[in-house]
């Protein structure tokens, strides 16, 4: 089927490619552009399956054939030698922008959707797991959570048993000569060694910091029994059914290394906090795990991310375990193996809830060390050429290591138009007759093909923004791993970080001259086009070009204003949870639930007991996963007034450890919470809609971060 599949996909762009380089006249190239893009409009009206997605991906493909022909035989012209480098080096930009095109297009030409294969009635045919926690520097708070939730999935208790991998008291530091590195870890130790017996999870930690994850997870290996290891990062924590939605996959197939589980995230990143769009747009990471890894799925090349994956010890026992050559030993695990023949899946089901970086400063480590990781990866283990692998999932693999040279395309985008408008290079050799019939159709491709294959996971132009908010910082980082593929070492994305109060980020600098030079540019093509009647076609075509550099970077901006932070656990919706409040005369009143977390939680009531609230007072709660009612005691941390409504914060007291489990299982047991608030952030707006929102927003922040660096520098607090 996949043979097929992927002979027709070339068969199809060999015929696309003949047929694209057919010259015609301008005229006729404009009405089959403009019939094609209209055409495409129709298809986005229909079922996005099978054969209709197949010619709208095949529409798309033929207007960027088109395209790219049209650049090649008419557009690069020689006229002196700044013009022409300028013109290959803005060509060379596109042609990484095409081949990524039809790299996505093949990888999403059939995603996959799978359910849960029933387990067996008789348990003993179940296999064993061992829940493998690696840990460098979380706090015990943090670990705590995702132990307890650990330990009450819901599977046979002799089936499983659950480990804390401890990176940051390992005896290297124990013994450092530093006595305030030593007494840091001592001291983790003792804390984390009795967490883990007062809660019955085994604590683990290694002679030395070597191999970083890789090497950590490496060191437990041959202690382990089990039949199936279950990776969760320290901030992962799973719901309770993650075994039973999983563990099925691999009864079934003998040849399985690996059954992966979206990431799904709990509190909002840099982006969708500081434009105030928490839980209301789809963050970066929907648009890899709701849409690509499925469709790398179909094409058997759905990779390991490091958590939330179950991986089966005879697969990792074959290839020596896992693979540290990298800085993303999980992409390499699974390359390998995928390379010696064994299997693996995808499910699109979310099944643990993490934590995202705090700050856009940590945000870009994070991308650093994935950019870093997968271009080594390239470097060392080039899909293309490693040995066992299929034809498709050569191209799968190839497809996300090439995407991280995104950096190099995005930073020659945002210049390109500066080339023309500050010192008159000819960058682009056509007319606007030219640039209609076959520039517009090709960008409106793009476009649609995004919004088709995209449009509920990544809004219009967010993507722009997100890549060239990261380029800057990126492209020295992957410069420096194609000069040096050993250099990256591997560095923990910070968790839990606090953020006072409303800030500028420290990584804001660069995109202020980026603003001056832009802005200077936009000018500067106003002028040309009342005093250069010639060019004023050229001249109209690259200000609107700098103007829309203009507005992702001033959006960038917006989002360069770091909002404070404070809670160490990130509120969360509530979803259908009741709850009653209990006050010390035993009277109960029923309350609505704005947000909870572990810590506490933020109700609603309609009628004013502020008098009322002191003593002891608890919440009775309906837990949805046992459908039973459990009372913790609570203590007021804030009140206030909110639409009418009695606003009052409160703090959990908890008693025991069965209390404390009650919490957590009631905030982040229930894998239905979670695909309830997938969907709720899954929504299409539509192109324009979603443009004009975002737009709205990142402007809207712009003002105050502007304002902010205008007027309160020298100032400790802003907002």
Known sequence: MKKLAIGLWFLSCLVLAFVAAIQVDNHIQLLLATFLVVLLLLLRLAPRLGYLRVLFLSICAFLVLRYGVWRVTSTLNYDDFPSFSAAILLFAAEVYGMGLFFLSSFVNARPISRDPPPLPSDQNQWPSVAVLIPTLNEPQELLKVTLTAALAMDYPKHKFQVYLLDDGATREKRNSSDPTTANQAWQRYDELFQLCHDLGVKYHTRQENAQAKAGNLNAILPEIRQDLILVLDSDHVP???????TVGFFIE??????????HFFINPDPLEKNLEFSYQIPSENHMFYEAIQAGLDFWEASFFCGSAALLRMDALRDCGGFSGKTVTEDAETALLLHSQGWQSKYILTPLISGLQPETFTSFVAQRVRWAQGMLQLLLSRNPLTLK????????????????WLFPFARVVFLISPLFFLYFGLKIYDANGEEILSYAVPYLMAL??????????????????IYESMQSLFLLPA????LKNPISPSFKVTPKIENVQNDTISPLAKPFYLLILVNTLAIFLGIYKFNTLPEQRTLVLITLAWAIFNGIIIMTSLGALYERRQRRISPRLPAGDISAMLILQNRDEIPVKIRDLSVGGISILIAESILRELSGDIHLKLHHPIDNETFIIRVAVANQGEMDGFTRIGLRFVTDNQEEYRNLVLLVHGSSERWQQLLKNRDRDFGILASFRILIKNGFYHAWFHLKTLLFYRNSTEFG
């Open 239 to 245: 719901t309770v059914d993650f075994l039973q939605k």
């Open 253 to 262: 197939n003998s040849k399985l290394f690996l059954l992966q589980t979206p």
């Open 388 to 403: 066992g692998l299929k034809p498709w999932q050569r191209l799968g693999y190839a497809s996300n290591m090439v995407f």
């Open 447 to 464: 476009i649609l093909l995004n919004h088709y294959l995209f449009g509920r996971v990544r809004w219009f132009m967010v993507s722009d």
């Open 478 to 481: 992957i410069i420096n791993v």
